[in-house]
């Protein structure tokens, strides 16, 4: 009788655990209906006021006290340049640092090495500043093409545009990718950004990394990378000439690896566009709720000759709607999922969230 007692107390106990310690970032599905996304997210995505028990405790930290730095480009701020406001970081740095960048266009090819994690990029909603470079594969190689590449981890980005200023290439041009952001760090976030560019725009490449409210445009694979990634309210517009939206590089079972797009929009002038296709051997691309245009291919979907992947690749949707949803036609290889097989895919949890994603900063 006691051992009874006993073990029911302890399953009590446990239960109450659990019911502490689970974080609803990570367990509560994304509603279905569009109208509800904003008020689902400001419900579990809490300021760190409110969430210092399960943020990470680094990141608690460094937001306890952030510092602010300006770059006017009149003058007025801190530093004329970005370069120079990334200089003064210091390396090691653990307390977050806001670059508050004013309006303009800043032609700077950009870095935030990994030595310098907690760094915000803000621009006013109003006035987005647009950071621009124009390298190419030809002069830098793909990945290091890159206007801004950010190798450090807890990134975050407001209300910026990320911009390759190369020109669309033309098939002729050797070289011609231009990359106008690169994620290589973990835990990453974008709020109301733009990436502007053709081929190979956003280099997604890895971590963990969080898009609201994004816009990404591009012609070949611009959303390419190995990258663990939510893109929520998003729209992806494939440019006239454009052929495939995402390139994803997951290569084996073991790499946790993956794109979902919920709630986006796909959007363009383009032609026959396919929404992806198997640049490594086992690709994961899940698009759930989203609304797709007459730019998609009726197959959706393309192996582009690696027919031999028509039974590794990963590539799912879920209650899409649209003129390029329609599920007559699709691929053969693309996976309509159930509710069980999409709700992997539908909370904040694919990217373990609860540990470090917080709501769109403000200043």
């Not at 806001?98 to 760094?119: C, N, Q, R, W």
């Not at 929520?232 to 946790?256: F, S």
């Not at 036609?329 to 909370?347: C, H, M, N, T, V």
Request: proline letters at 6%.
């Amino acid at each position: 009788m006691c051992n009874t007692i006993i073990a029911f107390h302890c399953v009590i106990i446990a239960s109450i655990l659990v019911s502490i310690t689970a974080d609803p970032i990570d367990t509560t599905p994304i509603p279905p209906d569009a109208a509800q996304v904003q008020s689902w997210f400001q419900t579990n995505v809490k300021p760190l006021a409110d969430r210092k028990a399960a943020i990470n405790a680094s990141l608690a930290a460094a937001n306890e006290k952030p510092i602010t730095i300006k770059v006017r480009q009149d003058g007025s701020g801190n530093f004329k340049t970005l370069t120079e406001a990334i200089a003064s970081i210091p390396t090691g740095n653990s307390q977050r640092v806001i670059v508050d960048i004013g309006p303009g266009k800043y032609v700077e090819k950009l870095t935030i090495d990994a030595s310098k994690p907690f760094v915000t990029f803000y621009g006013a909603p109003d006035n987005m500043p647009t950071l621009s470079f124009n390298g190419d594969a030809q002069k830098f190689g793909t990945v290091f093409s890159a206007t801004v590449t950010v190798e450090s981890d807890f990134f975050v980005a407001a209300n910026i545009i990320f911009e390759n200023s190369s020109p669309q290439p033309d098939g002729k041009r050797p070289g011609a990718q231009a990359v106008a952001a690169r994620v290589w760090g973990d835990k990453a976030s974008f709020y109301n950004c733009k990436f502007l560019g053709f081929q190979d725009t956003l280099c997604d490449d890895r971590g963990r990394h969080f898009f609201k409210d994004c816009y990404i445009e591009g012609t070949v694979d611009f959303i390419f990378g190995s990258g663990k990634s939510i893109y929520l309210t998003t729209e992806l517009n494939v440019l006239p000439g454009g052929a495939v939206i995402t390139a994803q590089a997951r290569n084996n079972d073991h790499e946790d690896t993956g794109f979902a797009f919920l709630h986006c929009k796909v959007t363009g002038e383009a032609t026959g566009a396919y929404l992806g296709r198997p640049w490594m051997e086992k690709p994961r691309v899940v698009f759930a709720y989203s609304e797709m245009g007459k730019v998609v291919h009726s197959e959706g979907w393309s192996l582009f000759n690696k027919l031999d992947r028509s039974n590794t690749v990963q590539f799912g949707e879920y209650k899409c709607m649209g003129p390029g949803a329609n599920p007559n036609g699709r691929a053969k290889f693309l996976k309509q999922l159930s509710d069980a097989e999409a709700q992997p895919y539908l909370s904040l949890g694919f990217i373990e969230a609860s540990s470090w994603l917080l709501p769109a900063p403000t200043i």
